[in-house]
């Protein structure tokens, strides 16, 4: 009875046969399989019998199972109608083709119906690469007798292996290509399989080809997903199931028109993965980005083989648009006479939206409803009468996408009535109501600009125009770790756009433009990214750099023409915690920027030099010590009202995991000051506050003139110099220099006075003569030289001329003045030195001429011609009217100083020739008076160094010490200015009281002159009284 049973199933199945459609037959060695598929058409009352006659039977070692029902059709009008029985689907390509996917219903017309497959069927696409010349003929044409018995041999060694598999159905070879001989082949597989069974038959196939495969299986892994089309307030999820635990981290992977992307953990993704299973969630309001075909795979890397398990689905999602809702005109304009306006709206969305959108118009306090006309547009009527309540039209649009979720924008309509002040029509500015700002479009870029209508008057045009490479690097910087790739990589290739857009100054070369790349910056710094590649370090760095190039100066100054300091601080501060993320020890140098790291261990002292500053770190905490210098960059920092930058900004950061001990922290830096410091102008050592966002002294220090480009600070942070604008000012000093030289040219008029009065009466001998047409001289070129000196008092009320002009006749005065003292102590010391060796009157005035008037004019005109014809601030400073001082042994006053030196040497050395004399007396025995000896001679020696010392000049000893001492060292310089200046600013006075007061010859001469005149008015008078009374 069951043979009979076996024979009638076994006859019913090759009447199938027979009836159906043999797809595929492949004989193996072991448990080879075949699969048969039919189509039947039969009456629907059938199908109950030939199910019961379907079942597994065994004939001749024959195994006849899995008879089953895949596909159910029915003829209709439009065509065949098929559904696909329970654990059946259609295949990906019914899927992709006809768009009829999972179990769905659906109608096919002029075309074969397709028969559903398994839903654990699996679709294998693969390539073997052949190796040695046993298939070479497969690479030969493809009707040819030697390419097909090379396929059927090579198709009967595939099939033999892989027909092994439960489920084998179809294998057929595609193609051949060259690179060895690749064969590329696609396989289906009815039924669900062991991985093991594959890797055996691929490791069998292998040997006997001789061969590498990859294998890339569709079906093994299932994807279940939110299904299509997800609305957009939904947190979609999809989920991969194995059949199998492979032990092998998943991939998943989303395929969008412009790209590929790896999906992985980040602000908008969560990948989780156990054994056998997998899923992404999104969790934000989905947007655009994540609409497309995902795909999870699972990849094994053998030997001689790679399988890929992937599984993928499209994900199709219900968007809502931003609106940007306009009105034409922008400002409506009711005329004279007019009752309406006509006014147009427009609810722009993006231009990529391929979503079909339902839309719906709305108004308030409008003559006529919205017309719809056009996309998205509509056309309404505004009344021009103006309304009392004060309440303006309204218009509104309204989306609705398939999900019946809705996003609308509203715009209120700003009619110009007929009384109102408005900015004609300009250009592409159209009429603008009073006190509003007009908006347009920024060609060929992203952003607007606007311009406001005050009072009737068009005010000047602001632009927010970003180029659009611009805007792209910070859309992508803005979304490198939503989960759309890896965030490292994703920041790379920002970093690498950057650095092509920054290349082209041009780009950039605005505001807007300059703005938009540093919020690139800012955002990639607020990113939990690393930077790794060689290749994103350089372009970050060289991106970084052009932004500080000289010509986008422009760029970093709003539209006021103020530098913005908040941009700046941005850049510093983003640009650092960059650095920070990169992983170079080394020195990277660009244009503008250098970066230079280096391994700080515990306890010793680290070095970095960018751009010639030096920054040594010493901290107690091993760690990596990066420094950063950044060119031109200080010039957009506030700026102090007395201060201004001299050297580039420089950074300098550690990373240590003891960061406790960074209080401790020393740091000397040794900058290149960008122009030299002025004598007497003080220098800041600042870092950057980022909480007051300003320059402060906190924890830093400046060493002095002496080390005047040296800095120490106790904290790390970026770090400048700041630069006084004007020289340190004493308190009171320039009071007493105009006082006492006021002082002295009257003081000099009186001693002139004095010496022509008495001049007869103290000439009598030729020493006399010649001392006193010395000191005529000598006060005569102080007199001059003072006037000129108070006369320059104010360096900025003169021309550059009369500047000039002061500066030669000081030059020369003052140097004639010293030469006629170093007469004066040379003719002293001749004196006393040869008392007896006498010498004309004639020859020591001929001499003294030629030393007093000629030396200083020859040593002026050679200074003059020396230093590009007396040009202004090579010969003399035009902020202060008198010679310039560049450093030491550098500048025009080394010409008056270096000669006025050697004469005050030179006198004080005759000073004390003379006083020794004075001092070299008989050695008195006597012992009684041996006391009053000494005081005579100390009294001598004081009378002779009060008297000689302000005609020889030792005064100006002290000028020697104001130009060594800097004024920023504090007390002692500023007790030697005082002194110097109270000596010399008087110094007219000292000379009356000290040649004419103080010489007794002189001041006998003019008692006698006063006594001889008073006795003379006193005869007259009493004269005339005689007469007076004898009338």
């Not at 722009?348 to 939206?353: D, E, K, L, Q």
Request: hydrophobic share 40%.
């Amino acid at each position: 009875m069951q043979t009979k049973e076996n024979w009638n199933r076994m006859w019913a199945f090759i009447i199938l046969c027979l009836l159906g459609l043999s797809v595929c037959q492949a004989n193996g060695e072991g448990n080879s399989t075949q699969m048969h598929y039919v189509k039947l058409i039969i009456e629907e009352s059938a199908i109950d019998n030939i199910t019961k006659i379907l079942k597994p039977f065994d004939y001749k070692n024959i195994l006849v199972d899995n008879l089953k029902k895949t596909t159910l059709c029915q003829t209709v009008s439009a065509g065949t109608v098929c559904s696909c029985m329970p654990d059946f689907r259609w295949s990906n390509e019914v899927c992709q083709s006809q768009k009829c996917c999972g179990n769905n219903d659906c109608t096919f017309a002029n075309i074969p119906a397709p028969m559903c497959v398994s839903n654990n069927s699996v679709a294998v696409t693969g390539s073997i690469y052949l190796k040695g010349v046993d298939y070479q003929n497969c690479l030969k044409e493809k009707y040819s007798k030697e390419f097909q018995q090379c396929n059927d041999k090579l198709l009967k060694e595939v099939k033999t292996v892989f027909s092994t598999l439960t489920g084998f159905d179809i294998l057929t070879i595609k193609k051949y290509r060259l690179g060895s001989i690749i064969a590329d082949f696609e396989m289906i597989i009815a039924y669900s399989f062991k991985q093991q069974d594959l890797i055996k038959a691929l490791q069998l196939l292998s040997e006997n080809l001789s061969a590498s495969l990859n294998l890339v299986t569709t079906g093994f892994v299932h994807l279940y997903m939110t299904p299509s089309p997800v609305c957009s307030s939904c947190t979609p999820s999809l989920i991969c199931t194995l059949q199998e635990d492979l032990n092998t981290p998943p991939v998943w992977q989303l395929k969008r028109t412009d790209g590929v992307f790896v999906i992985f953990n980040g602000t908008e993704s969560e990948v989780t993965s156990a054994p056998a299973v997998t899923s992404v969630g999104l969790n934000t309001k989905i947007s655009e980005r994540w609409e497309g075909e995902y795909s999870c795979t699972y990849t094994q890397k053998l030997n001689s083989y790679t399988i890929t398990h992937k599984a993928s689905g499209v994900m199709d999602i219900a968007l809502l648009p931003d609106i940007h809702i306009t009105t034409v005109p922008e400002f409506p304009r009711c005329r004279r006479g007019s009752d309406f306006v006509n006014v147009r709206v427009n609810c722009v969305i993006g231009s990529n939206s391929k979503e079909n959108y339902t839309v719906t118009w709305k108004g308030k306090n409008i003559f006529t409803d919205i017309i719809p006309s056009g996309v998205y547009s509509g056309e309404t009527i505004v009344s021009c009468d103006e309304p009392k309540d004060g309440r303006k039209p309204q218009l509104t649009c309204n989306f609705k996408n398939i999900c019946d979720e809705h996003q609308n924008a509203t715009i209120e309509v700003n009619i110009i009535y007929e009384n109102d002040s408005f900015c004609p029509a300009e250009g592409d500015w159209r009429d603008t109501k009073a006190n509003y700002t007009a908006y347009l479009k920024c060609p060929n870029a992203a952003g607007q600009r606007q311009r406001k209508c005050s009072a009737g008057k068009w005010g000047a045009v602001v632009e927010h125009c970003v180029n659009l490479d611009v805007n792209l690097a910070l859309q992508q910087a803005n979304i490198v770790d939503v989960g759309l790739g890896s965030k490292d990589q994703n920041a790379a290739n920002v970093f690498s756009l950057l650095g092509n857009i920054t290349n082209n100054t041009k780009a950039i070369n605005s505001y807007a433009n300059m703005n938009a790349a540093v919020q690139v910056l800012i955002s990639l710094s607020q990113k939990s990214i690393s930077i790794v590649e060689e290749s994103a370090v350089d372009d970050f760095l060289e991106s970084s750099s052009n932004l500080l190039e000289p010509s986008l100066k422009e760029s970093w100054t709003l539209n006021t023409g103020k530098s913005n300091s908040l941009l700046a601080d941005s850049y510093l501060n983003s640009v650092e915690k960059l650095i920070q993320k990169t992983n170079k020890n080394y020195e990277i140098k660009k244009n503008n920027l250098e970066v230079a790291a280096s391994i700080c261990t515990e306890g010793s002292k680290c070095n970095n030099t960018v751009f010639d500053v030096t920054v040594n770190l010493n901290s107690p905490s091993p760690g990596s010590v990066k420094t950063a210098g950044f060119k031109e960059l200080q010039n957009y920092f506030p700026e102090e009202k007395d201060f201004e930058p001299n050297s580039i900004v420089v950074s300098t950061t550690i990373t240590t995991t003891a960061s406790e001990q960074l209080e401790s922290v020393n740091v000397n830096i040794n900058f290149q000051l960008l122009k030299p410091r002025p004598r007497n102008v003080r220098i800041k050592c600042v870092s950057w506050d980022n909480n007051t966002r300003s320059w402060s002294e906190e924890g830093c220090e400046w060493k002095g003139s002496s080390e005047e480009s040296l800095c120490t600070c106790t904290h790390l942070s970026s770090f400048a110099i700041l630069m006084s604008r004007y020289p340190t000012e004493i308190n009171g000093l320039t009071d007493v220099t105009y006082v006492g030289l006021s002082i002295s040219v009257v003081s000099l008029v009186i001693t002139m006075v004095i010496e022509l009065t008495v001049w007869s009466a103290v000439v009598k001998t030729i020493g006399s003569y010649l001392r006193h047409t010395v000191h005529m001289h000598i006060s005569l070129c102080l007199l001059i030289a003072n006037c000129c000196f108070l006369a320059s008092s104010n360096p900025k009320l003169l021309t550059e001329m009369w500047c000039k002009i002061s500066v030669l006749l000081k030059h020369f005065c003052y140097l004639s003045m010293f030469f006629w003292m170093l007469c004066l102590s040379s003719m002293l010391l001749h004196k006393t030195v040869f008392p007896f060796h006498q010498t004309s009157k004639k020859a020591y005035m001929r001499f003294f001429l030629f030393l007093g008037y000629v030396c200083p004019l020859l040593i002026v005109v050679i200074t003059f011609l020396g230093y590009n014809g007396g040009a202004k601030d090579v010969y003399f400073s035009s902020d202060t009217c008198w010679l310039r001082y560049s450093g030491l042994m550098k500048g025009s006053i080394h010409t008056f100083v270096i000669p006025v030196g050697i004469i005050v040497f030179f006198n004080v050395f005759s000073m004390l020739v003379v006083i020794m004399k004075l001092l070299d007396h008989p050695i008195n025995t006597d012992k009684s008076n041996e006391t009053e000896n000494e005081k005579k001679a100390a009294i001598t020696a004081l009378r002779s160094v009060i008297l000689l010392t302000p005609i020889f000049g030792v005064t100006w000893i002290f000028g020697f010490a104001v130009m060594v001492l800097d004024l920023t060292i504090g007390t002692v310089a500023f007790v030697v200015n005082y002194v110097f200046t109270l000596l010399n600013a008087f110094q007219g006075l000292f000379i009356l009281l000290t040649t004419c007061l103080g010489d007794k010859l002189t001041r006998e001469a003019l008692l006698n002159r006063l006594r001889k005149n008073d006795s003379a008015s006193t005869t007259d008078s009493s004269t005339k009284l005689d007469s007076t009374w004898k009338q």
